[in-house]
């Protein structure tokens, strides 16, 4: 999601070709953290969500744990350790 960045802070071009499966929502002016993110749910057509911020790095196979656990209890809210 981008909220009401400025094309040239939104790397759209570099996100995009991470997947095909990758979309990018962008508000046209900023509505605040909670509500872009609530507007990435609605228009969400994956089983699973998974939003990152732009301070996180993350290592090699770092999602698949994540998505186990959530396959144990699929209504879960799972979050990695962080180091």
């Known amino acids: ?20 499966k990758a979309r990018m929502i962008k508000n046209a002016e900023r509505m605040g953290l ?17 939003f990152l911020e732009a301070h996180c790095i993350v290592n090699r196979n770092w999602l698949e744990p994540l998505l186990a ?11 990695p350790t962080l180091d």
């Open 1 to 20: 999601v981008s909220d009401g960045n400025p094309p040239e802070l939104t790397y759209e071009k570099e996100l995009l070709a991470m997947s095909p």
């Open 34 to 50: 909670i509500k872009a993110k609530m507007k990435a749910v609605a228009s969400a057509k994956a089983e699973v969500l998974v």
């Open 69 to 79: 656990r959530v396959a144990e209890s699929p209504r879960a809210l799972v979050q």
